[in-house]
């Protein structure tokens, strides 16, 4: 069963895209196991309403483990099963907390090992002529194309500031297949289901 890792910055909206991705492919809940950096498995069940409301938020570092669901996918007149994994936001800091520290390294651990990998942007977090914390976004980058099987999806752009970002995010990762999405409203969803379909 291949694995697809979802990889950003924090509040980037890997989480809720998870969830809204897994209802966008006909799930009503989800079984999720969460993988501690000690190794620690934890399974729970979950409907897809009740595993955003407790595991959504605007709070920095909301994820600190990896969360991964199975998930159905039709293609042709096939099934097919795969992984989606949601993880800790990545950011250039070393950060305080020693719990935050062990996640994020988690999380390039499993970058390294993931068959593919969905790099998520906040568009709201774009300044002109600068990308949000461009250095590891460009590190995902460039670690992506080099394993050619890596997708950057331009999330928020349900938010009406952020149309002109695109073309900028385009610009600053010139060789990004890049998919425009709105992780709130599911807008974009048909591209990235598209997408992960030639990949599983």
């Given at each position: 069963?291949?694995?697809?890792?979802?990889?950003?910055?924090?509040?980037?909206?890997?989480?809720?895209?998870?969830?809204?991705?897994?209802?966008?492919?006909?799930?009503?809940?989800?079984?999720?196991?969460?993988?501690?950096?000690?190794?620690?498995?934890?399974?729970?069940?979950?409907?897809?309403?009740?595993?955003?409301?407790?595991l959504?938020?605007?709070?920095?570092?909301k994820?600190?483990?990896?969360?991964?669901m199975?998930?159905?996918?039709?293609?042709?007149?096939?099934?097919?099963?795969?992984?989606?994994?949601?993880?800790?936001?990545?950011?250039?800091?070393?950060?305080?907390d020693?719990?935050?520290?062990?996640?994020?390294?988690?999380?390039?651990?499993?970058?390294?090992?993931?068959?593919?990998?969905?790099?998520?942007?906040?568009?709201?977090?774009?300044?002109?002529?600068?990308?949000?914390?461009?250095?590891?976004?460009q590190?995902?980058?460039?670690?992506?194309?080099?394993?050619?099987?890596?997708?950057?999806?331009?999330n928020k752009t349900?938010?009406?500031?952020?149309?002109?970002n695109?073309?900028?995010?385009?610009?600053?990762?010139?060789?990004?297949?890049?998919i425009?999405i709105?992780?709130?409203?599911?807008?974009g969803?048909?591209?990235?289901?598209?997408?992960?379909a030639?990949?599983?």
């Amino acid at each position: 069963m291949k694995e697809c890792v979802i990889v950003g910055y924090p509040n980037s909206g890997k989480t809720l895209f998870a969830l809204n991705f897994a209802c966008f492919l006909g799930s009503k809940s989800v079984d999720i196991t969460a993988r501690s950096y000690d190794g620690l498995l934890t399974c729970r069940h979950l409907s897809i309403a009740d595993a955003k409301n407790e595991l959504c938020s605007m709070a920095l570092h909301k994820t600190r483990l990896l969360q991964s669901m199975v998930l159905k996918m039709p293609i042709g007149k096939a099934t097919v099963m795969f992984k989606l994994t949601d993880t800790c936001g990545i950011s250039e800091q070393i950060h305080s907390d020693q719990t935050i520290r062990c996640a994020m390294a988690q999380t390039l651990g499993l970058v390294r090992c993931a068959d593919f990998i969905l790099h998520i942007i906040d568009l709201s977090r774009m300044r002109k002529n600068e990308v949000q914390d461009q250095q590891i976004d460009q590190e995902i980058y460039q670690y992506g194309i080099a394993r050619q099987n890596y997708i950057m999806l331009a999330n928020k752009t349900d938010l009406p500031m952020v149309k002109e970002n695109i073309t900028r995010l385009s610009a600053e990762f010139p060789h990004a297949q890049v998919i425009p999405i709105s992780a709130l409203y599911s807008d974009g969803f048909k591209e990235v289901k598209a997408y992960v379909a030639r990949n599983i």
